[in-house]
Every structure is written in structure tokens, then in C-alpha cells.
């Protein structure tokens, strides 16, 4: 059986990563999260997913002198906290703690000087007016 996808490539990426799950499923792809297989359905082939890899958690810190207007959002440099490796590939996301109308992006980056790159968002729709 033959499927045709519609893709974007990127020429260079610096990191392995999934762009889409679109042709996922189109192969009608099985992920078991336990085992680690990937079968697809269509053409009846199983696939081993990853390797095992030990995740650790640091804390970025951002100014908190950052201003955005109403619905506006920047990228913003944020300290790492800890002993985070240089160059480290790392999934930045936003904390719980953090205000209804702040919004942080999820972002695959690396570490550039104990620093990351963090999408922001102001979502209010309101200035927090100072009279």
C-alpha cells in the first residue's frame, strides 16, 4: 500500500526531533508506552522506539522586571539554575505556579551559556494600569 504525505524538511535541525505526527497516523501507527514497540498497521511492521534516558529537572530564572502589553509575547533569556551542561538540548515549559495570563511556550533549545530561550506571553486583554 502506498500513502502520500504532504512534509516539511528542515535542511538543518540541530536536534533529533518529530516535527508532526500527521504521517504517525496515516500509517496507522500503535505506540505501546511499556514495551516500546511502534507497530504500523498498514504495512505490518514493528519498530523499537528510543533508549532509555535518565531526565533531570533545572529551574530557569527570568527578570522579573520583564513588561508586556496586553496579548504580547517576546523571547526572553533565562538563567539556568543548577549544573546544567552546555549545550544540553532541553525542553523548556512553563511552572504551575505561574499567573493565569502568563504564558510560557514549550520549547525544545539548548543551553548557551547557563542560559535558555523562553517564549512568553502576556494574555490578558487588560493593562494593569498604575494610577
Same mark, same amino acid.
Do not use: R
Given at each position: 500500500m502506498e500513502v502520500t504525505l504532504n512534509l516539511l524538511v528542515a535542511n538543518? *535541525?540541530?536536534?533529533?526531533?518529530?516535527?508532526?505526527?500527521?504521517? +504517525? =497516523?496515516?500509517?496507522?501507527?500503535?505506540?505501546?508506552?511499556?514495551? %516500546?514497540? *511502534?507497530?504500523?498497521?498498514?504495512?505490518?511492521?514493528?519498530?523499537? +522506539? =528510543?533508549?532509555?534516558?535518565?531526565?533531570?529537572?533545572?529551574?530557569? %530564572?527570568?527578570a522579573a522586571s520583564v513588561r508586556l502589553p496586553p496579548r504580547g509575547q517576546a523571547l526572553v533569556m533565562a538563567n539556568v539554575a543548577g549544573d546544567a551542561p552546555e549545550k544540553a538540548t532541553v525542553l523548556v515549559e512553563g511552572s504551575l505556579g505561574l499567573p493565569p495570563t502568563l504564558c510560557v511556550a514549550k520549547t525544545v533549545c539548548s543551553v548557551?551559556?547557563?542560559?535558555?530561550?523562553?517564549?512568553?506571553?502576556?494574555?490578558?486583554?487588560e493593562e494593569s494600569g498604575s494610577g
Open positions: 538543518k *535541525l540541530h536536534v533529533d526531533a518529530i516535527l508532526g505526527v500527521d504521517a +504517525l =497516523g496515516a500509517f496507522g501507527a500503535v505506540m505501546d508506552v511499556a514495551e %516500546k514497540p *511502534l507497530a504500523l498497521k498498514i504495512t505490518m511492521e514493528i519498530l523499537p +522506539l =528510543g533508549v532509555m534516558i535518565v531526565h533531570q529537572s533545572y529551574m530557569s %530564572k527570568m548557551n551559556n547557563g542560559q535558555v530561550v523562553v517564549e512568553v506571553c502576556n494574555a490578558s486583554t
